[in-house]
């Protein structure tokens, strides 16, 4: 079992920052793949970033540019870190590990970007 502890968010301006962490603890030896989902009131969960264990990383186009998502493999943590945050980056975001025949998921942290 892999268990996923988030943190980080929190409110900001429109144009400000935020870095989110994500700790992995457990089997991280199965682990394919991390990165971050998020989910706006009224929307679906939608992917925002995901790193592979091979280190290709792939982003929503929304976020292209104004986020990075790195892993540090010691801490067995993934960052995404946010820049130029605008108001649609309001959401809860989860983040998200993979391995064969399973995902789990982190309890969310709730981004506010205010205008």
């Known amino acids: 079992q892999v268990q996923l502890v988030e943190s980080g968010g929190g409110l900001v301006q429109a144009g400000g920052s935020l870095r989110l962490s994500c700790a992995a603890s457990?089997?991280?030896?199965?682990?394919?793949?991390m990165g971050w989902y998020r989910q706006a009131p009224g929307n679906q969960r939608e992917l925002v970033a995901v790193?592979?264990?091979?280190?290709?990383?792939n982003y929503a186009e929304s976020v292209k540019g104004r986020f990075t998502l790195s892993r540090d493999n010691a801490k067995n943590t993934v960052y995404l870190q946010m820049n130029s945050l605008k108001p649609e980056d309001t959401a809860v975001y989860y983040c998200?590990?993979?391995?064969?025949?399973?995902?789990?998921w982190g309890q969310g942290t709730l981004v506010t970007v205010s205008s």
């Open positions: 457990g089997s991280i030896f199965s682990v394919n793949a």
């Open positions: 998200n590990a993979q391995g064969y025949r399973y995902q789990v």
């Open positions: 790193i592979t264990s091979g280190g290709r990383t």
